[in-house]
């Protein structure tokens, strides 16, 4: 399709539906989850764990999203989709938490006006004929990061965690599924990415309990669409942690994702590095940032760059683009406020190891996780996100953006809460950054919507024929709002709705922006505790835009649909954390139930998006 008439369609569809939409349908009130086979092939099919997605009400969080650059129409998202976690419980319970975490598979064919929920194929529990297709050992998976090639295949990327056998090892391995057009690259571009045509794994973890031994995470994607030498290479990067250590691994395609080259390691001269994300220029050439932690041997936190001019082939040595100060939510683990008695899991794969009072915490909650200041909130810290413009044939340009402390707003925080450190806190913005690859010169750092108030953090970017989209979270609204406390918190520790998304565009390659407006039309708490057997709030740590010229459509993590309630285990707490849930107290065993009305809407954590004209 021509670039201008699909610019024109997308425009045309995104006119007269509300500006937001709910993109995952996990109750039979939006709809349910319809299994990825029945889309492609129009057969039924079902099992226990879609049959769980639909009538859930569960969590969502990370979400990634794509445009089919070959028909606008078609937009495909993902997150971290704990929707069958209950999978297999009767009806009226009891119910156990025995279930998957999986990579969701949202499709839309309007645009974006709704989408069709779905689970990429291969979880524990798929019988349908796309189940032997997947080539990968996991009980469960996460972040989930999405690419499209110009001829109608989607890739999908993710971590895996949990061992299929059930033991306490951490796989850690990384994979990637490919989704294709059942026509061919001929098909009709409406139903591009559509048929499942299996997963493989990219790289492989070594076995051991609580994310020990070699873990391969923080995932990233992008393909190839200049027309060039490389069209078609698909290209995968994550973070490998082994011990204290940690390194970013490379990988490429070049036979549409049905094999990958050896893992290549390029972060040899650099330590403490994490999150990785991928950017293609005009020329084919494939740039890879990632930030790095400091080190007492003298690094410094900074966004750090690697370029690879043969297809991926080999890169060169790291460079530093820029330096910066971080924010990272912290605390101290303080005594317990409550002691809870002993309580039955009831969120199996994502428990947290108690920490002993005094130690670092970098999210904190209720009972074991509990910190020292009293304050609730979710794990944040910096990460670089960057892209390129596919389609500009005379710049090497690499567009960066990265949440960090803005210089000159590092305050004593009172407590021992802190973001720059402990009893330090400093409010964060939204910084863009333009690297010539080229010369190797980096602009100079700017702040894309620099306000007197609010925390800004988890931005994305993206390109296309000129545009460039941002999008971030933003508390500018939170009445509670200090430098001193984490997001969302007030002096005594209450919480209350305070995250909208905001978005900014720019046509001059970021030397301005304009269109800087919010998203969101509520405004929503994300320090519910829905994790760590609802002891504790998880956001997830990304949201994602993707464009196509000057539209593009966004999506993040939302908790309007969040059902708030009192926790039996500490019926006087006043922090606004707790969401709704029922357990029982077996006072001859001294045990907590776990929740028995998980369907109530206390884990209600959903994707939504929206179009960006």
């Known amino acids: 399709m021509h670039l201008k008439s699909a610019c024109l369609l997308l425009a045309a569809a995104t006119a007269g539906f509300a500006s937001e939409v709910r993109i995952t349908t996990d109750s039979t009130a939006a709809g349910g989850y319809v299994s990825a086979y029945t889309q492609a092939t129009g057969i039924p099919y079902t099992d226990p764990v879609l049959t769980e997605c639909s009538q859930a009400r569960g969590r969502q969080n990370e979400p990634s999203v794509a445009i089919n650059p070959r028909d606008t129409r078609v937009i495909v998202a993902s997150s971290n989709d704990y929707c069958g976690v209950y999978a297999g419980s009767p009806s009226s319970g009891p119910f156990v938490s025995s279930g998957p975490i999986w990579l969701g598979y949202y499709r839309s064919e309007n645009s974006g006006a709704a989408f069709v929920s779905s689970l990429v194929p291969g979880y524990p529990g798929d019988t349908s004929p796309y189940a032997e ?14 690419a499209w090639d110009n001829h109608g295949r989607v890739y999908f990327g993710s971590e895996s965690s949990d061992d299929p056998a059930g033991s306490k090892k951490t796989l850690g391995d990384v994979w990637v599924a490919r989704f294709d057009n059942p026509a061919g690259t001929a098909g009709a571009p409406i139903n591009d990415g559509k048929r499942f045509l ?62 990958w080259s050896s893992p290549q390691l390029f972060t040899s001269n ?25 080190t007492v041997s003298g690094q410094k936190d900074a966004v750090v760059i690697a370029k690879s001019a043969d297809c991926g082939k080999t890169f060169n040595k790291p460079a530093v683009v820029t330096t910066f100060i971080p924010y990272t939510a912290q605390d101290v683990v303080g005594a317990q406020p409550v002691p809870p008695r002993a309580s039955q899991p009831d969120d199996p794969k994502s428990e947290e190891a108690p920490f002993a009072a005094g130690t670092l915490a970098r999210d904190c909650g209720d009972f074991d996780n509990a910190c020292a200041s009293g304050y609730t909130f979710f794990r944040r810290s910096t990460a670089p996100r960057s892209t390129a413009d596919q389609t500009d044939r005379i710049h090497e340009w690499i ?28 409010q964060s913005g939204i910084y863009f950054i333009r690297y010539d690859g080229n010369t190797t010169v980096a602009s100079t750092p700017v702040l894309i919507d620099n306000q007197a108030v609010g925390h800004q953090f988890f931005p994305d970017i993206s390109a296309d024929s000129g545009y460039l989209h941002a999008i971030w979270w933003d508390s500018r609204n939170d009445l509670t709002y200090s430098p001193t406390r984490p997001v969302g918190n007030d002096a005594a520790g209450h919480t209350v709705a305070s995250l909208d998304v905001y978005r900014a565009r720019s046509t001059d390659g970021g030397r301005t922006w304009t269109s800087k407006t919010r998203i969101t039309t509520l405004a929503s708490n994300p320090n519910y505790e829905q994790f760590s057997n609802r002891a504790t709030p998880f956001a997830g740590d990304y949201l994602w835009v993707s464009s196509i010229a000057a539209v593009a459509f966004s999506t993040w993590t939302d908790w309007r649909d969040t059902i708030a309630g009192q926790d039996p285990r500490e019926p006087n707490a006043t922090d606004g954390a707790n969401v709704s849930q029922c357990r029982t107290y077996d006072a001859t065993a001294k045990v907590w139930s776990g929740d028995q009305c998980p369907h109530a809407g206390g884990l209600d954590q959903n994707i939504y998006g929206a179009p960006l004209p």
């Open 133 to 146: 297709l997947a080539h990968i050992r996991t009980a469960s998976s996460g972040d989930p990061v999405i």
């Open 198 to 259: 299996g997963s493989v794994i990219v790289a492989r973890g070594s076995s051991a309990p609580n994310a020990g031994g070699k873990f391969n995470d923080k995932t990233a994607i992008e393909a190839d669409r200049t027309g060039g030498s490389c069209d078609g290479n698909v290209y995968f990067s994550w973070s490998r942690f082994t011990g204290n250590s940690s390194n970013i691994y490379f990988s490429r395609s070049t036979d549409h994702g049905a094999s």
């Open 270 to 294: 650099v330590k403490n590095v994490q999150d990785p994300d991928i950017s293609v220029t005009g020329s084919g050439n494939i740039y890879v940032t990632f930030g790095q932690g400091a």
């Open 399 to 426: 567009y960066i953006v990265y949440d960090a402390t803005k210089p000159g707003t590092e305050v004593p925080s009172g407590t021992t809460y802190g973001s720059v450190s402990i009893g330090t806190g400093s």
